[in-house]
C-alpha cells in the first residue's frame, strides 16, 4: 500500500480570507496592529500558538493568548454565519481518484483543529475518504514529524511508501523529518522556489498535475 497524505489550508481548501479575516479580528481585539495578508499567511500550516508567537514575538504572552482566543473566536463565529473555504479546482476529483485505487490510502495533517477539521470534511461530504486524521491538536507544530509518524501508524504504511502534499516549507520540512517523499502545490501560501529549497521533490501547477505526480510516484 501507498500513503498519501495531505495538508488542508492552502492545499485542499483556499482558506485565506478566513484565516486573515479571523487574524485581523483577533488583533483588533487585543489592542494589537493589525498585520498584511502576507504576513498572516506566512504562518499557515503552524499550530495556532506557534503561528500567532512568530507572528507579534514582541507582545506579552498574555497579549499572544488572547489573540489564539481571539482568532479562535471568530473562526468560529464566521463558521456558524455560513462563511465557507472552498475546496481548490480540482480538489474534490483527485481524492475521488486517488481513493478508489486498491493500493492506496490517504490521510491529513493539518495544523487545523480537529473540531475545524471535522466541520470541512462535513461540509465538502469528504468524510469516510481518509485513513487517518492528524491535527495541531493532539500534536506538536508541523514541522515536527509527530503528525505524520502517527498517520503511519494508523495506516501501517511506511515511510518509503508515504508522501506528505502540502503548500508550506513546514510541510515539506516535516516530511523531510519523517523521512517522507514530499510533493509541493504551487497554488497555497508560500512561494514555490521556498518549497524546492525545503526538500519539495516536485511540485504541481494544478491538481492534474498533482494527480500524475502521485500516480507516477506510486507505479
Known amino acids: 500500500m501507498r500513503l498519501v497524505i495531505f495538508d488542508v489550508d492552502g492545499t ?3 482558506s485565506q480570507h478566513e484565516i486573515v479575516s ?3 479580528a483577533a488583533l483588533t481585539s487585543a489592542d494589537l496592529p493589525v498585520l498584511s495578508r502576507a504576513e498572516v499567511l506566512s504562518i499557515v500550516g503552524l499550530s495556532l500558538p506557534l503561528a500567532v508567537a512568530r507572528l507579534i514575538p514582541e507582545a506579552s504572552p498574555q497579549q499572544q493568548e488572547a489573540v489564539v482566543d481571539g482568532y479562535r473566536q471568530a473562526y468560529q463565529q464566521a463558521r456558524l454565519a455560513g462563511a465557507r473555504a472552498p475546496l481548490y479546482p480540482g480538489a474534490m476529483d483527485c481524492i475521488e481518484r486517488l481513493s478508489v485505487r486498491d493500493d492506496m490510502l490517504l490521510a491529513i495533517a493539518t495544523g487545523k483543529s480537529r473540531r475545524g477539521l471535522s ?3 462535513e461540509a465538502e461530504g469528504l468524510q469516510g475518504r481518509f485513513v487517518s486524521l492528524q491535527t495541531a491538536d493532539d500534536h506538536p507544530s508541523k514541522p515536527h514529524p509527530a503528525m505524520l509518524e502517527a498517520a503511519m501508524s494508523e495506516a501501517g504504511v511506511g515511510a518509503a511508501r508515504a508522501v506528505m502534499i502540502g503548500d508550506t516549507s513546514f510541510d515539506m520540512e516535516m516530511a523531510r523529518a519523517a523521512r517522507t517523499h514530499a510533493l509541493g ?3 497555497g501560501y508560500h512561494p514555490v522556489e521556498v518549497l524546492g529549497r525545503s526538500g519539495a521533490a516536485a511540485i504541481a501547477a494544478d491538481f492534474n498535475e498533482l494527480t500524475r505526480m502521485i500516480e507516477e510516484w506510486a507505479a
Open 12 to 14: 485542499l481548501v483556499d
Open 119 to 121: 466541520a470541512l470534511l
Open 185 to 187: 502545490v504551487g497554488w
Open 22 to 24: 479571523a487574524m485581523s
